[in-house]
């Protein structure tokens, strides 16, 4: 029985796929090992979403548990770039994996999730509508989306998605009920920990709190040569019988949305994400999924943030999911103790504009040993070992 706490990161492009494996006790006091399993996907578009990379992935992770089951599975929101994985290993690689406890986000409980909370099914109806709508002006486009626009319209599908978390709630991971967890439902049962600390931050239960404003236009033009984000509006084909020249003035003044819809409702579902916290023989563990800045200014108003010593850089190391605000406390300059930290971020260019944001992680490497899964093999992963004696940290790269 190994007495040091692993943390692996995949290299699933631009997703997550984090397992960890923690020395325990169980009931009865005997020494164990846990397999905590955090998301498996990446995002659809571009060079950022090739499915072979679930491959290698999955084999390690079935091997690491060698016959075992997870003793927890944490799905920490409902976009592809975090949900695709499982689904794909069943249905493509006769890979499947069995769980003794499955947390889902909140709001994936679907319709009686929305029954409960009206107000958050009313934005979620008005984002879904705004989404269509941006979905179907694009489909009419003579040219392909620009990747950036495409990235956004997949991770969002809620036609992709539905069925990979219909896949992990219903039939997956041996048919185990899942917990829809949220910042204060009570977990007692729900967990395997019985000597580490386990905190949720987030979500907030109500997710209404998520939604921002949808701007009135629903298309709109920001032109990035890296990943472009707007349609070429010369290349949209006017309509049999409609005026050239009033069909592409209707086409700019309706352009001015689009990428600010989209972002919207990106937000809400990354804001809904469940953040945990571990603490396991005084080393404090924070994986926030892709937390923005709502979220993260309701878990710093709930006096809810601590210095931790290991970091999953949230949103792949955008800048709005990792406000330096908040980052500060939890990656203070001066350090509260002499343990060693380290921060992971689990990200790809070419998905979204401006992501991973270059000051973003200057300012977390500063504050931290940063590893950053561009530097890993497809496929790969980088394990973060954390001793019971409190020891420094070490961290290797495999295979």
Not at 31 to 60: C, H, Q, S
Not at 90 to 105: D, G, N, P, Q, S
Request: hydrophobic share 40%; aromatic share 8%.
């Amino acid at each position: 029985m190994t007495n040091e706490l692993r943390i692996r990161i995949y290299n699933v492009l631009f997703g997550d796929a984090i397992l960890l494996t923690i020395p325990e006790v169980d009931d009865a006091g005997e020494e164990v090992t846990v397999n905590v399993l955090i998301d498996v996907g990446n995002a659809l578009a571009g060079t950022a979403g090739r499915d072979e990379v679930f491959e290698p992935v999955l084999k390690n992770i079935r091997d690491q548990l060698g016959g075992a089951p997870l003793d927890l599975y944490i799905m920490t929101h409902e976009h592809m770039d975090h949900v695709q994985g499982l689904l794909h290993g069943a249905t493509k690689l006769e890979i499947e994996f069995k769980a003794r406890h499955v947390w889902m986000t909140a709001s994936s409980e679907g319709e009686a999730y929305y029954d409960r909370f009206p107000k958050a099914k009313q934005k979620r109806l008005a984002t879904l509508a705004a989404y269509n709508g941006i979905a179907a002006f694009l489909a009419k486009s003579a040219a392909p989306a620009p990747v950036g626009i495409q990235a956004l319209l997949d991770i969002n599908n809620p036609r992709f998605s539905k069925d990979c978390v219909k896949y992990i709630s219903e039939r997956g991971l041996d048919g185990v009920a899942p917990r829809y967890v949220h910042r204060t439902i009570d977990i007692t049962g729900h967990h395997p920990f019985r000597r580490t600390k386990v905190r949720l931050l987030a979500p907030e239960e109500d997710t209404s709190v998520y939604y921002g404003a949808l701007p009135p236009r629903t298309l709109g033009t920001m032109l990035d040569t890296a990943a472009p984000l707007s349609p070429n509006v010369r290349t949209i084909t006017p309509p049999a019988g409609i005026s050239a020249g009033h069909f592409f003035d209707l086409v700019e003044f309706r352009s001015s949305g689009i990428l600010a819809n989209l972002r919207a409702i990106d937000k809400a579902a990354n804001n809904s994400s469940v953040a945990i916290e571990l603490d396991w023989n005084g080393w404090r563990l924070f994986f926030p999924g892709d937390a923005e800045e709502k979220s993260w200014e309701i878990m710093d108003r709930q006096n809810d943030l601590k210095p931790v010593h290991f970091l999953k850089v949230s949103h792949h190391g955008s800048r709005n999911g990792s406000p330096l605000h908040q980052l500060d406390k939890l990656l203070p300059e001066q350090a509260p103790d002499d343990r060693s930290r380290f921060a992971v971020v689990s990200t790809r260019e070419g998905a979204y504009s401006g992501v991973p944001d270059t000051d973003t992680l200057k300012f977390v490497g500063s504050r931290s040993q940063l590893a950053d899964t561009r530097e890993l093999n497809e496929g790969g992963w980088i394990d973060v070992f954390f001793s019971a004696s409190g020891d420094a940290l070490r961290s290797q790269r495999g295979p």
